[in-house]
């Protein structure tokens, strides 16, 4: 796991207990892969579930109630009203697990590309930094099922993400991650514009600006087996954007501290 910033001291962990953790599933189109998904969750002590569905049409938003009464306490639903999309979904469901009495926000897919076996690892690795990223790309990671040509694409994209923003983490793309509570309160969620999966980048490069310590441990991507992917030629076209404003913003914020000297 690399080691983040040496600047700033680690987080304390929970000495003698377990992290009480909640995973955010944001949904459209899931209702074959949600029950697999929750059901193997709840195997873990202390995790609990908020599914944010996005007015999916196939009823995923009453798979997800189901499960609710299946699971009481443990599984929640939010049904999203506004305007569909990756990242305002990731973000109301981000912003309702701050008001759950929890140690640590995660985030994961519906589609079981996440392995819910790699969660407790995940969790454990934020007893030391303030947000840990599950890694397609650190050693011991991998991806399975994928063409070359997708695998070339997410590298690539991954490089290019790296030289635009600065950042230092290696798999800059992935959905699977966690935030101490702390941490991601501190993000300014009203400033984030992004919609598509663009979205993860944008929260990782400002959760990076914060000083916060990031980390990666390893994880096995398999590519979903049930639904289709979301990808859009729209989302491409604001992934290749979105860098290049996350790296002029970092750009303003310089010249206004030399301002101020």
């Known amino acids: 796991m690399p080691v983040p910033d040496a600047g700033h001291a680690p987080p304390a962990g929970w000495p003698g207990r377990a992290p009480r953790a909640i995973v955010v599933v944001p949904t459209y189109n899931e209702r074959?892969?949600?029950?697999?998904?929750?059901?193997?969750?709840?195997?873990?002590?202390?995790?609990?579930v908020l599914v944010?569905?996005?007015?999916?049409?196939?009823?995923?938003?009453?798979?997800?109630?189901?499960?609710?009464?299946?699971?009481?306490?443990?599984v929640g639903v939010l049904h999203r009203v506004e305007a569909r999309g990756y990242g305002r979904s990731c973000l109301d469901g981000l912003r309702r697990a701050l008001a759950e009495p929890v140690d640590v926000v995660c985030q994961m897919d519906a589609d079981l590309s996440h392995?819910?076996?790699?969660?407790?690892?995940?969790?454990?690795?934020?007893?030391?930094?303030?947000?840990?990223?599950?890694?397609?790309?650190?050693a011991?990671?991998?991806?399975?099922?994928?063409?070359?040509?997708?695998?070339?694409?997410?590298?690539?994209?991954?490089?290019?993400?790296?030289?635009?923003?600065?950042?230092?983490?290696?798999d800059c793309t992935s959905g699977y991650r966690c935030w101490?509570?702390?941490?991601?309160?501190?993000v300014p969620f009203d400033e984030v514009f992004s919609d598509g999966y663009s979205f993860l980048v944008?929260?990782?490069?400002?959760?990076?600006?914060?000083?916060?310590?990031?980390?990666?441990?390893?994880?096995?991507?398999?590519?979903?087996?049930?639904?289709?992917?979301?990808?859009?030629?729209?989302?491409?076209?604001e992934s290749v954007?979105?860098?290049?404003?996350?790296?002029?913003?970092?750009?303003a914020g310089r010249r206004r501290v030399r301002a101020n000297f």
Not at 37 to 48: C, D, K, Q, T, Y
Not at 210 to 229: K, M, N, W
């Open 140 to 170: 011991g990671g991998r991806v399975v099922n994928w063409p070359l040509r997708r695998r070339l694409l997410s590298r690539v994209a991954n490089m290019y993400i790296r030289l635009v923003t600065r950042l230092g983490a290696r």
């Open 180 to 186: 101490r509570r702390e941490a991601l309160a501190a």
């Open 241 to 251: 954007i979105t860098p290049w404003r996350l790296a002029a913003a970092r750009h």
């Open 202 to 237: 944008e929260m990782l490069f400002r959760t990076a600006r914060l000083g916060q310590r990031i980390a990666e441990v390893p994880i096995t991507f398999v590519e979903r087996r049930e639904g289709e992917s979301k990808l859009s030629a729209a989302v491409l076209v």
């Open 32 to 48: 074959q892969n949600l029950p697999g998904l929750v059901e193997r969750l709840m195997a873990h002590e202390g995790v609990r």
């Open 115 to 138: 392995d819910p076996d790699d969660l407790p690892a995940i969790v454990a690795a934020a007893g030391a930094a303030d947000m840990v990223i599950g890694s397609r790309y650190v």
């Open 52 to 74: 944010v569905d996005d007015r999916s049409p196939d009823g995923t938003g009453q798979i997800a109630e189901e499960l609710a009464v299946r699971f009481p306490g443990r």
